[in-house]
């Protein structure tokens, strides 16, 4: 429960960040209707806003300073509790950004476009490899220390570097996916939509790996340091 508290106080420390997201949610949407349309600009909206999530999602830990770090430290809670709940926080974070993702796919459903199988599925694998790079960063300013200024370029490249890759390796193969996926299929020996339904279950699998991962990343850094002045 207490860990449930922390998530509460990173969301408040953080919440002048949410006042940007719809305008980056309108941004993601922009540059994916520029790069293609239906349902493979919907896959661009959703690796940007998962690059946006990657960057945003570690904001708790340069709010983590100062007077902030003070106040956290006299609150009552263990080192496991303190880093579940910023675990919790990017885990939340990332799923919201997921949702907002998922009601579009719902609006251009309703719209009339068409969305085969596996669009959805390699959305599910964009939303795991987000999820993935949420715990590695955060297994990275937890290992090494959060607030020290000699990492604070590092850190940058950290926080931006895997998500901006995600979203431009997405550009870049937006327009040859559908073609790889039907020569896959053939090449298989398997009929398309049964191969669709094979790839769902891919990205479903793809969730639950990153969740198990995200648990083992947030066991780790509670294991590691627990003997410093402040996690």
């Not at 209707?33 to 661009?44: D, F, I, K, N, R």
């Not at 719902?106 to 715990?135: D, S």
Request: aromatic share 14%; net charge neutral; charged share 15%.
């Amino acid at each position: 429960m207490r860990a449930l508290h922390f998530m509460k106080i990173d969301y408040m420390l953080t919440r002048k960040q949410m006042y940007f997201m719809p305008v980056f949610f309108v941004l993601a949407w922009v540059m994916g209707t520029g790069v293609s349309e239906g349902a493979m600009s919907l896959l661009v909206v959703c690796s940007y806003t998962l690059f946006v999530a990657s960057i945003f999602s570690t904001a708790p830990f340069g709010y983590c300073v100062g007077k902030n770090r003070g106040f956290l430290l006299l609150l009552p809670a263990t080192v496991k509790e303190r880093v579940a709940g910023r675990f919790l926080y990017g885990l939340s974070f990332v799923g919201l950004l997921g949702v907002l993702c998922g009601i579009l796919w719902g609006v251009y459903a309703m719209l009339g476009y068409e969305l085969p199988l596996w669009t959805v599925a390699l959305g599910l694998c964009e939303l795991a490899v987000g999820i993935l790079l949420m715990a590695l960063e955060f297994l990275f300013f937890y290992l090494f220390g959060e607030g020290k200024e000699n990492w604070q370029h590092l850190s940058n490249i950290v926080r931006i570097a895997p998500g901006m890759a995600m979203f431009f390796s997405m550009c870049y193969f937006v327009e040859e996916i559908d073609g790889i996926q039907g020569t896959m299929a053939v090449s298989m020996g398997i009929d398309p939509k049964v191969f669709a339904g094979k790839f769902m279950q891919v990205g479903v699998t793809a969730i639950v790996a990153a969740l198990l991962l995200t648990a083992v990343a947030a066991a780790v850094c509670a294991r590691v340091i627990e003997k410093r002045d402040y996690a």
